[in-house]
């Protein structure tokens, strides 16, 4: 059964970074079974995807507006995935998520959809105020 943990997420000013964490149980991510997703939900807005990790090719994938700022990287030793975010801004301001795609099913080109993601964690949340 695969489960996912975020943790992180915390208020920051404008410009600062934080750093979330999605630990994994269910499959390691040396095995390259799965992608896995960062999405996020501001308050009054739909859900979107904003980061992938294919594990299998190492491939990332960035949405326009996290492009340059923010980093998806993986730990197989702690089997965590994390989403490093840099230069915050109160835009940011959401409930992050991050969920797994078993490789079978994920296509690259609709990385950020939502429907190819199975398994989700509970969220943490970002707040980017001064």
């Known amino acids: 059964q695969v489960q996912l943990v975020e943790s992180g997420g915390n208020l920051v000013q404008p410009g600062g970074s934080l750093r979330l964490s999605c630990a994994v149980s269910g499959f390691t991510l040396s095995s390259g079974s799965h992608a896995i997703g960062w999405f996020r939900q501001a308050p009054g807005k739909e859900r979107e995807g904003i980061s992938s990790l294919d594990l299998r090719t190492g491939r990332t994938f960035y949405t326009d507006a996290v492009q340059g700022r923010f980093i998806i990287s993986r730990d197989d030793a702690k089997n965590t995935v994390y989403l490093q975010m840099n230069s915050l801004k109160p835009e940011d301001t959401a409930l992050y998520y991050c969920?797994?795609?078993?490789?079978?099913?994920?296509?690259?080109?609709?990385?950020?959809?939502?429907?190819?993601?199975?398994?989700w964690g509970q969220g943490t949340q970002v707040t980017v105020s001064s």
């Open positions: 969920a797994t795609s078993p490789w079978s099913r994920f296509s690259p080109a609709h990385w950020s959809q939502e429907r190819q993601y199975l398994n």
